[in-house]
């Protein structure tokens, strides 16, 4: 039965947000322009009205997932992102995996932010929700879903799939609801994706925040009052962008199976780059609180950081990017209301920055090299420069398309090799970063000169010499590149301790958020350094084989072909492959897959054996996700197991792909990352011809590689799944097969019921392999046996050891930590000048 | 000259550094045919060729060959201008593979019968675009 009230509901919410959004801009204009009598009416109604938008916003994100929670398939949301096996917590990805619950959730967070600023503010409520109320406004109308004429504006998720597809089966019967969703992605069932795309569209959201308030000083003429209310706002943005950034590089790391945790894809870049000009932002808008400089250059990087949020929104969903980007995400013909979006603000921006840009206050006087505003304007540039060194080539695509849209040729593309054509500049932008903010805090924190600057850097300096000396020779660091950048991330570890345990000792935590973060910084070059700078590809193939081609043999081959129970050396480690495995639902470890056997229902098999004491022959368990296979790979030094890792597959028919994600080892001081680029698929065996065998019982003789044992026969009193009648006879036979360690018994069997034969064979997926007794011959005691091969489970797997990684998410844990204090403190600036009335 | 002039030459110097290295290392869009006369001329710089793969009527990718470790494979690829390459890619074959139609190249010629991809990028049928919804839930 199609339940079409939902999405009824779900779209009045959509119109009703939208038209509320407008209604709320509009009344907080009038709020604005009001006299004092007025005021207060106004603001009341404007009050009311957002609030109307935010339950309504809501209800739009309630509204659908319950249709994705009550596996309403009649939808063309929940059909195309869910299925009846995920787990809630799934769900809520599915939720967003699409790109109207993308802008749905975005709107969700700028409503939370409203009623924050709202409950916040007294005096900047009227022109900051303006802003607000408009980007809601546009936002919303992303998931209209109104088409008027050939104009369509937005693409509602409230649609049901017979409008949405042509699918014949609607003519036959117009209210078919298919059983089961097609599914959400496989790469995006991981716990961090449930996690971080609402921590990064939070960032995203919060960077209207200082926008907003920007805005409302422009408009105002308070040019440089704004800032005290942005800043606390612009740390926020920034701690929860890079944190999003962070789970985002986190997640591809344990998930996808490039072989790292960045690529340099432009969705990357698109979010990268605009934090950048955030952090930028931030430290010129605090050396405006210390000192009266550096406002504009605050003001235009606000601004910018804005508007590159909706520039990568721009670029990652108009589909503009096309060939350039692994990531696939679809055009739902948005690019033109995405487009309009961004310029809609970027002209009020310009607009009301040009009109006031001569009133805005400068100082004068040129800076001095030994003040701090110096080496903080000088980071705000590398920060810009290094911005600019990642658009500049992300947008290529952009500018193709901007180029044929007047009807020119270009056929420009991104460079061929992203992370060595980025990693060249932004690695020398990095050190350069890193040696200003340890030289710029010393300058933050006192007067300094010729004199005093040599002598407050004199120490950290050698400290940081001797123990980058020690780093580099411990670490066997020979590469002059990666030496500097040790040196770089050094000197601000050293300089910003020293830093964080003087304000430690003189006064408290609070001010700490600066050194923190810096130190972070340190570690996180130093970790990224080390783990992708000497990251190393141990599956080197050594099979000695030679290839056809003789250059083909000049090729690196980063993978290496393991047979199953076939030791392979690597390096340090002797691995072999041991077949796949099942998650059980209640059972800690991995359950070999050739104990259970697929009931057909959802996630249900039965035991074909008893496993340990977690369950017995025939009982029926649950699986957690069927579809997942986990590739049991022992890693051997000296002959002694030292440990498992079960790289994943997921083979999923209705998304029409095979998906694989690494495993990991975690030591103190290194990953020893693993994972399977290719795999055998037995589902449906090509066998070989015929091979026959006659054998007497005790018989040793070889099939294909295998030694194998003919032990003799039983015969049967009852077989399983057939029910043996008077005068039948049964008979099993005991073969043994030996590969490498492993010795495995087939027993196939032979029936004779009134001179009929039965022959029941034995198939082994992981030998590939098909025995069955063919016939017994008496007089000879010989039994025939016909084996057909089909070939040995493989796995092709690739292994690298990333060493110090674990420096990395060190120093982003600790940077994020320096952020929040830093947010607390200058929250705290905002709330003693709005409280004494001031703001 | 004031300092600040000479902090603005440098950021110019750097953003033209920066634009100069984007637009020389921006690599292009070609076809087999141009892509072979680049080689011939010593430009042996890696380029994109847009193509698609040859499939059966069962729609089975034709022309794949799996290298004897599996570690590399050769398929035909025929580019927008209809010219039928053979491209040799040295990692296993992709999981999605045989379900991908369009495939975008990253490398260059080898020699004439053979071009060596350093990546390769795949776009798969979007899920969003499958009109026949399965009636197999039935």
């Known amino acids: 039965m199609i339940n079409t009230f939902v999405g009824n509901l779900g779209h009045f919410m959509t119109i009703l947000a939208f038209v509320s959004a407008l209604v709320t801009a509009y009344a907080y204009f009038q709020y604005f322009r009001a006299n004092e009598i007025e005021k207060a009416s106004w603001r009341r109604f404007s009050r009311i009205s957002f609030y109307v938008h935010a339950v309504s916003t809501v209800m739009i994100a309630a509204s659908l997932f319950e249709i994705i929670y009550n596996h309403r398939y009649e939808y063309f949301y929940a059909y195309s992102h869910s299925s009846k096996a995920l787990p809630v917590h799934y769900m809520i990805s599915s939720f967003w995996e699409g790109q109207e619950g993308a802008f749905i959730l975005w709107a969700f967070w700028n409503v939370v932010l409203g009623v924050v600023l709202i409950n916040t503010n007294k005096f900047w409520e009227g022109p900051v929700m303006i802003v607000f109320a408009l980007v809601q406004a546009f936002l919303v109308s992303m998931i209209l879903g109104v088409v008027i004429g050939d104009l369509k504006i937005g693409s509602s998720p409230f649609i049901l799939l017979r409008d949405a597809t042509q699918a014949p089966i609607f003519e036959l019967n117009p209210n078919f609801v298919p059983e089961d969703g097609t599914g959400l992605n496989p790469l995006l069932q991981n716990i961090w994706m449930v996690i971080h795309p609402p921590t990064l569209f939070l960032g995203y959201a919060s960077t209207l925040v200082p926008f907003a308030f920007l805005m409302g000083g422009l408009v105002m003429k308070r040019y440089s009052e704004w800032i005290r209310p942005a800043l606390p706002w612009a740390i926020f943005s920034a701690m929860i962008l890079g944190m999003g950034i962070i789970m985002g590089a986190y997640w591809a790391y344990v998930t996808l199976n490039f072989g790292g945790y960045w690529n340099w894809d432009p969705v990357e870049n698109a979010v990268y780059v605009p934090w950048l000009i955030l952090v930028a932002s931030i430290h010129t808008m605090i050396t405006f609180k210390k000192s009266n400089t550096a406002l504009k250059t605050s003001i235009v990087l606000v601004i910018l950081s804005f508007i590159l949020v909706l520039y990568a929104t721009f670029l990652v969903r108009s589909g503009v990017l096309g060939d350039a980007s692994v990531h696939s995400f679809t055009d739902l013909g948005l690019s033109g209301q995405l487009l309009i979006y961004m310029l809609f603000f970027l002209g009020i921006a310009i607009f009301l920055a040009v009109r006031a840009w001569k009133h805005i206050p400068t100082s004068e006087k040129e800076a001095s090299v030994y003040s701090r505003e110096f080496w903080i304007f000088l980071g705000a540039v590398t920060l810009g420069l290094m911005s600019f060194q990642v658009i500049l080539p992300t947008s290529i695509p952009a500018w193709n398309a901007l180029v044929e849209s007047f009807g020119g040729i270009s056929n420009m593309a991104p460079p061929a090799d992203q992370i060595e054509f980025y990693t060249k500049f932004q690695l020398w932008f990095a050190v350069t970063i890193a040696l200003l903010t340890a030289v710029g805090q010393f300058f933050w924190w006192q007067k300094m000169d010729k004199k005093a600057l040599k002598e407050a850097l004199v120490t950290p300096y050698v400290i940081s010499v001797l123990f980058s000396a020690a780093v580099i020779v411990l670490a066997k660091v020979y590469d002059w590149k990666y030496m500097i950048i040790v040196l770089a991330g050094m000197f601000t570890i050293v300089a910003n301790s020293v830093i964080l345990f003087r304000i430690l000792k003189k006064s408290t935590f609070k001010l700490a958020g600066g050194s923190l973060a810096h130190i972070g910084l340190g570690m996180i070059l130093i970790g990224i350094m080390f783990s992708s700078g000497y990251s190393d590809v141990i599956s080197i193939n050594m099979s000695g084989l030679t290839y056809s081609n003789s250059w083909e043999d000049e090729m690196n081959k980063e993978h290496v072909l393991l047979w199953i129970n076939k030791p392979t050396q690597m390096k340090d480690y002797t691995v072999i492959y041991r077949g796949r495995q099942k998650k059980v639902v209640g059972v800690p470890e991995y359950v070999p897959a050739k104990f259970l056997e697929s009931t057909g229902n959802v996630n249900e098999a039965i035991a074909v054996a008893d496993f340990k004491d977690y369950f017995k022959k025939g009982d029926k368990v649950n699986l957690v996700l069927e579809e997942n296979d986990y590739f049991k790979i022992d890693y051997y030094q000296n002959e002694a197991l030292k440990f498992s890792l079960a790289p994943m597959s997921q083979f999923n028919e209705s998304m029409g792909g095979l998906i694989s994600s690494p495993d990991s080892k975690i030591y103190l001081n290194r990953d020893l990352y693993t994972y399977v680029a290719a795999m055998n698929d037995y589902a449906d065996p090509d066998w070989k011809e015929d091979e026959i065998y006659e054998v007497s019982p005790g018989q040793q003789f070889h099939i294909a590689d295998f030694v194998t044992y003919f032990d003799g026969v039983e015969v049967m009193k009852e077989i399983e799944g057939y029910t043996l009648q008077e005068g039948d006879v049964a008979v099993k036979a005991k073969v043994r097969v030996l590969d490498y360690d492993v010795e495995k018994l087939l027993e196939p069997t032979f029936i004779i019921r009134n001179n009929q034969i039965g022959k029941l064979p034995v198939i082994d997926t992981e030998l590939g392999l098909r025995i069955s007794l063919e016939n017994i011959i008496p007089e000879k005691n010989q039994f025939v046996f016909k084996v057909n091969q089909y070939q040995k489970d493989y796995v092709v797997m690739k292994a690298i050891v990333k060493p110090y990684i674990n420096v990395l998410w060190i120093g982003t844990i600790i940077m994020l930590i320096g952020f929040t204090v830093a947010i607390f403190r200058r929250f705290d600036e905002f709330a003693k000048m709005r409280d004494k009335g001031l703001e | ?138």
């Open chain 2, 1 to 138: 000259m004031k300092k600040g002039h000479i902090i603005g030459l440098g950021i110019i110097a750097i953003a033209i550094v920066i634009i100069m290295t984007s637009i020389g290392d921006a690599s292009s869009y070609e076809s087999f045919s141009t892509a072979w006369e680049m080689k011939q001329d010593g430009d042996d710089k890696a380029i994109h060729v847009v193509g698609q793969l040859k499939k059966d009527g069962s729609g089975q990718v034709t022309g794949l060959e799996i290298g004897e470790d599996k570690t590399s494979f050769t398929f035909m690829l025929v580019d927008n201008e209809g010219t039928e390459q053979k491209v040799y890619y040295n990692e296993p074959v992709p999981a999605d593979f045989q379900r991908s139609e369009q495939v975008v190249v990253i490398g260059s010629y080898r020699e004439k019968e053979i071009f060596v991809a350093d990546k390769i990028l795949m776009k798969c049928p979007s899920k969003y675009q499958e009109t026949d919804v399965q009636a197999a839930g039935m």
